[in-house]
């Protein structure tokens, strides 16, 4: 069931998809093409551009006026569109973000009086109807894009800059960049007092040497992307009757945290690095690390869709967590009978030209906990950037035959084996 609060039929949605539409339009190029920079599926960017969904990362935005061919001020006004719209999507309540050169009126914090005056001052023009105030991001976010400053900012709007240390901080979110208690991006890496990164029992091989030097890198993950924008399955104990129907994909990390559900049998995980100086950095190597391996859990699982698809199928990186010594294969991609050329390191990026990693993790004999070692170098040095869910591994469990499958029928509002 659609909603029209917390998807993309709100107005601010309406206006994001028609400057989506515009740009594509004088753009010239296909859904096809568009949806394969973007690393989604033509339903998807259709969905977009027809204000029925939302992007849940900005990189996806920024990915979308580069394609289109975007003026800088262009890219400012889809970008500021987005801020609203993700706004609106998330809170349910009315936006606004003044334009340039509007001041906003801002509340005044009580506190205590330091003047003897007996004038009261005048009130504050109040606005009518309930309205979140995002005058700081926006000005933020335009500034930053105005400058030509590739920053990758957090699920809400705002930005992270690069941690200093041996391992760079990865900024993670599920699709919707929201968690069980509401939207948040962690930072990502061992923190402090936590164990070191597994020994080679754990891992299959001994862990890299890291540079002293801090990575400089941006990493944005999205640990919740469904093949196709819709194919996905999740490993839950709880009863059907007591799961409620499947979240859009954007909604997907609350849904499965609200659950405690678990990947079942695959997991896409979707990484979007930027340098963050003016030399750009290598990216050599993706090492895979499995720090556990149980039976798998005898669940239920639940199907988010009962029967959907595209002709798209991106290239990526497989990882088979069954294997002895798990490693990231390049696999090609399929766009409707066209090839796409699978993934190979090195790879390049700069804090102008991004690049996105997709990592396909399957099990068919464990569940398993596993995360991702990126190595790079650059001209301050080298070293590995961690990739996993806020300082945790990812999770995944295999779905044995023997599980009962659920899918949902939404004319009768329920899940049906």
Known sequence: MERNSGTGRSAEAQAFARLMRELKERSGRSYGALARVLHTSTSTLHRYCGGEALPAEFAVVDRFARACGATPAEAVELHRAWLLADARRRSGAVVEVPVAGEVAAV???????????TSAPAPAPRRSGRRLLLAGVAAAAVVALAVGVG???????????????PTAAATTAGAGGATATGPAVTPTGVPSGAPSSPGPAATGGSSPS????????RAAVRSHVWAAGCDH????????SAVPAPPLEADAAAWAAGRGAVHAGTQIVE????????????LEDLEVRVTGRRAPLRWNVFE?????G???TPAAFAVNLDAPRPQ?????GNDEGEKITAPAFPLKVSATEPAVLRVVASSTGCDCDWYLDLRWSGPTGSGTLRLDEAGRPWRVSAATPDRPVYGYTHDRGRWSH
């Open 233 to 240: 399955a999740y490993l839950a104990a709880a009863a059907p």
């Open 151 to 165: 920053l990758l900012p957090r699920a809400d709007g705002g930005s992270r800059a690069p941690q200093a240390g």
């Open 328 to 332: 990231a294969r390049p696999v090609t």
């Open 107 to 117: 509340p005044e914090v009580p506190g205590p009086s330091t003047s003897t005056s």
């Open 310 to 312: 595209g002709g798209l």
């Open 210 to 217: 890291i540079s002293p030097a801090p990575a400089p890198l």
């Open 304 to 308: 988010m869709s009962q029967g959907c």
């Open 271 to 282: 990484v979007t690095l930027l340098g963050t100086g003016p030399d750009p950095v290598v």
